[in-house]
């Protein structure tokens, strides 16, 4: 256990059962943007609901405006879905691909996809420039290093660096997502993966936010999951 555990609440990872149900799905709206993964984790596509029925169990995507072709995926394979409600909750889903073109996507037999709930935190995938600053001793951090943020959670960010840093060690990120306010999170290392020569990503478990920061983070993230540049701050200053 790294410096600051009390801080940062960390828990030994688990492994647990992942479960389908047959219950009720989650309120789908068109226009509302989905996520598709292959059963590895690999990203497929993202695009926006073009048709649901909630009775027959089958969904379907098309592109987002401005969004290239899809990538093709084999008739009946099996897919993983995820997205955002409106009460800003992550969903997962499961189902078979029925149509893949490369302006259309189809899923039938779509079922709940249960988590554990250490990965229900909504991550969003989005290559951004991040400054990231080690720490040296009490309240001192060294140098900048420029890296590039990867994903990034209510819980922690994955970011990718040619400098080379230890699990548990205490990290300042500095984070600026599109035209939002510039954010600063303190974190902790808790994986570190050589992802090619002299080229690492790590994985950065946050502090706990205050209750004014969570509310404020998850709603940068879901505006810009969802597209919706009316709603974010083109504040070029401060952080939180």
């Known amino acids: 256990m790294g410096l600051f555990s009390s801080l940062f609440g960390r828990t030994d990872d688990e492994e647990e059962s992942v479960e389908e149900e047959e ?15 292959a059963t590895d984790g690999q990203q497929i596509l993202s695009g926006q609901v073009s048709e649901f029925d909630d009775d027959d169990r089958t969904l379907a995507l098309e592109r987002m405006p401005g969004g290239l072709s899809f990538k093709m995926r084999e008739i009946g394979s099996t897919v993983m879905i995820r997205g ?20 259309a996507f189809r899923v039938k037999d779509v079922k709940i996809r249960e988590v554990p709930k250490n990965r229900q935190n909504f991550r969003l995938e989005i290559s ?8 040296t001793g009490e309240d001192q951090f060294g140098p900048q290093e420029e890296c590039t943020l990867v994903d990034i959670s209510i819980g922690g960010a994955c970011v990718e660096s040619e400098y080379l840093h230890m699990e548990d060690d ?15 999170f303190i974190g902790e290392v808790i ?27 998850t709603r ?11 709603n974010r701050q083109r504040s070029e200053m401060g952080h939180w």
């Open 170 to 184: 205490v990290v300042r990120l500095k984070v600026k997502l599109l035209d939002y306010t510039p954010m600063e």
């Open 84 to 103: 955002i409600d409106e009460s800003l909750m992550q969903f997962y889903l499961k189902g078979t691909v029925e149509e893949s073109t490369r302006t």
């Open 128 to 135: 951004s420039p991040v400054t990231m600053y080690c720490r």
């Open 191 to 217: 994986r570190v993966t050589e992802v090619r020569p002299k080229v690492f990503r790590y994985g950065v478990l946050f502090a706990q936010l205050k209750e004014k920061e969570l509310e404020e983070l």
């Open 220 to 230: 940068t993230l879901y505006n810009i999951q969802a597209g919706n540049r009316s």
């Open 23 to 37: 219950g009720a799905l989650p309120e789908i709206f068109r226009g509302m943007t989905l996520i598709v993964e």
